[in-house]
């Protein structure tokens, strides 16, 4: 079954600090995963794509990694700000006969606290 | 460039009644989602146009659900008659042809069915 997991379900730190996330996956065939941002009452925003040969992307502050023999990814968030708060969403691409389909976790809740 | 919009944000309706949301896709893009979020879940899938044509309905629950994409354009989704399980998060998404190319979600509108 194509699953995406997601841990923590939810975290709450201190400004400043840094913390990470954690996807596990089973999609196949894979294609591509996705971090996206979720802030409350707005649509998903995409952070960083990664494909089966990255295994590291940065998008400012935030660091996406993917194990694709292992099939984890992690997203890394430094130096942690207040406008980080939202919900972080893994979302793992499938590829089926030339189109895609979005296999989406349930998200990690972040809170960052001053 | 005007992101997607989705009309309206919030809607209660009591069971039976009929409920149409709107969502108009990034001009452009050929591709637009209708994915789903109940409490607690991850968002799930409905459906998926190219242009004006259903790619793939594989997620509609059933046949009380009733999507269109009127000239490849805007699409609408209808629910006649709602049923309280039918209560979540509606989010519409349109993105270009091409696996880098992200999703761009509208914010979502929010049906309670009573």
């Known amino acids: 079954k194509n699953q995406v997991e997601q841990s923590p379900q939810s975290l709450i730190i201190l400004e400043g600090k840094n913390c990470t996330l954690q996807?596990?996956?089973?999609?196949?065939?894979?294609?591509?995963l996705r971090w996206y941002k979720q802030d409350t009452g707005r649509g998903p925003v995409s952070l960083t794509i990664?494909?089966?040969?990255?295994n590291t992307k940065s998008n400012g502050r935030y660091t996406a990694t993917l194990d694709a023999d292992t099939k984890q990814s992690s997203l890394h968030i430094t130096a942690s700000q207040l406008s980080d708060s939202a919900s972080y969403i893994c979302?793992?691409?499938?590829?089926?006969?030339?189109?895609?389909?979005?296999?989406f976790g349930t998200g990690t809740r972040l809170k960052v606290l001053a | 460039e005007a992101g997607v919009t989705q009309f309206p944000s919030h809607s209660v309706i009591e069971k039976g009644q009929t409920v149409t949301l709107r969502c108009d896709p990034i001009s452009g893009h050929d591709n637009l989602y209708w994915y789903r979020r109940v409490m607690g879940k991850e968002i799930k899938f409905l459906l998926h146009?190219?242009?004006?044509?259903?790619?793939?309905e594989s997620g509609m629950p059933n046949n009380r659900f009733l999507a269109e994409r009127t000239g490849g354009t805007y699409s609408t989704l209808k629910v006649q008659p709602a049923e309280l399980e039918d209560s979540g998060v509606y989010f519409c998404?349109?993105?270009?042809?091409?696996?880098?190319?992200?999703?761009?979600f509208g914010n979502g509108t929010r049906l309670t069915v009573t």
């Open positions: 990664m494909t089966f040969s990255e």
């Open positions: 146009f190219v242009k004006e044509s259903k790619q793939d």
């Open positions: 979302v793992v691409s499938q590829s089926l006969a030339g189109t895609y389909k979005y296999i």
């Open positions: 996807c596990n996956y089973t999609v196949s065939p894979f294609s591509n």
């Open positions: 998404a349109s993105s270009h042809q091409g696996f880098r190319s992200p999703l761009h």
